[in-house]
């Protein structure tokens, strides 16, 4: 059975930062792409960042480029999400997704999703 389980979120102040973990099981490593996307409450989800199956590739929304970083660990069949330089507008859930396409161009092309973890920036 696949799971994706996210961890890391929390509470932090204007331009702080925190660190989102997605544990994979289930899913071979290393055969992946791997992404973030929030929501907002009252808005539809979005793309955050995105890493190819070999770590080589990372990709960004315009919105949290220079400011957040996306790395994966296949030893520890996880992904990470570096939030830096955070702002009152990157509160919302953040989910991480498993994609088999080599470079998916939507969250519909995304195959597995985990549940969220909350990331709320005060200002």
């Known amino acids: 059975q696949v799971r994706l389980v996210e961890s890391g979120g929390g509470l932090v102040q204007a331009g702080g930062s925190l660190r989102l973990a997605c544990k994979n099981v289930g899913l071979s490593v290393g055969s992946f792409a791997m992404g973030w996307f929030r929501q907002a409450a009252g808005k539809e989800r979005e793309f955050v960042a995105q890493v190819d199956w070999t770590g080589r590739f990372k990709y960004y929304s315009d919105s949290v480029k220079g400011r957040f970083n996306i790395t994966g660990d296949n030893a520890k069949s996880s992904v990470f999400l570096q939030l830096g330089s955070l702002k009152p507008e990157d509160t919302a859930v953040y989910y991480c997704?498993?994609?088999?396409?080599?470079?998916?161009?939507?969250?519909?092309?995304?195959?597995?999703w985990g549940r969220g973890t909350q990331v709320t920036v005060s200002s």
């Open positions: 997704a498993a994609a088999r396409k080599i470079r998916p161009l939507s969250a519909a092309e995304y195959d597995y």
